[in-house]
């Protein structure tokens, strides 16, 4: 299994990539702000903040490190590392623990991946990643778990794709 994890600063967000059907510890750095709408035209391409982000939006975050605040959106029809496919909210008023935050992630995503993709997590080749909100900007108004597929190769390391992967049932 994989892992991949970014420190991220406020309004922010902190990536964490796994083998879709494994779990993986992350940490708890960054924010992701805002709320997710409904499937993205995916047709646009610039860099966009939590606040902006849709699902179906295509995303480049292979690259991200260290704090940032903003992704590059690019369009589903072009070569591309990550899609958005749930948005997750916290609805707790308080930080409720780096523990709750990811079992909210793990539960959340795996389950909305069966929905997206067409298969379980643990019978998939692609990868799962989160944005996941922490503690040191949690507001309890707008903290969301985002929850985003990638294309993997054979080792298990993600590998950019083109064309959606909603339905790919793989």
Not at 18 to 43: Q, R, T, Y
Not at 94 to 119: M, Q
Not at 145 to 151: A, E, N, P, R, Y
Request: glycine letters at 10%; hydrophobic letters at 30%.
């Amino acid at each position: 299994m994989r892992t991949r994890s970014l420190t991220a600063s406020l309004p922010a967000l902190l990536i964490v990539v796994a083998l879709a059907g494994c779990s993986a510890p992350s940490s708890e750095i960054g924010s992701s702000k805002g709320s997710l709408g409904s499937h993205s035209d995916g047709n646009q391409s610039g860099d966009i903040g939590s606040d902006n982000m849709a699902i179906g939006t295509c995303v480049d975050d292979r690259t991200l490190s260290g704090e940032f605040t903003r992704v590059k959106k690019v369009a589903c029809s072009v070569a591309r590392d990550s899609e958005i496919f749930e948005s997750i909210p916290m609805e707790q008023t308080d930080y409720p623990g780096k523990s709750v935050v990811e079992k909210a992630a793990n539960s959340g995503c795996s389950a909305a991946f069966t929905r997206f993709v067409g298969v379980a997590p643990e019978k998939s080749t692609l990868l799962i990643s989160e944005y996941l909100p922490a503690e040191d900007s949690w507001d309890g108004r707008t903290d969301t778990i985002t929850c985003l597929v990638s294309d993997g190769n054979s080792s298990g390391n993600p590998v950019r794709s083109t064309g959606t992967l909603k339905g790919s049932n793989r």
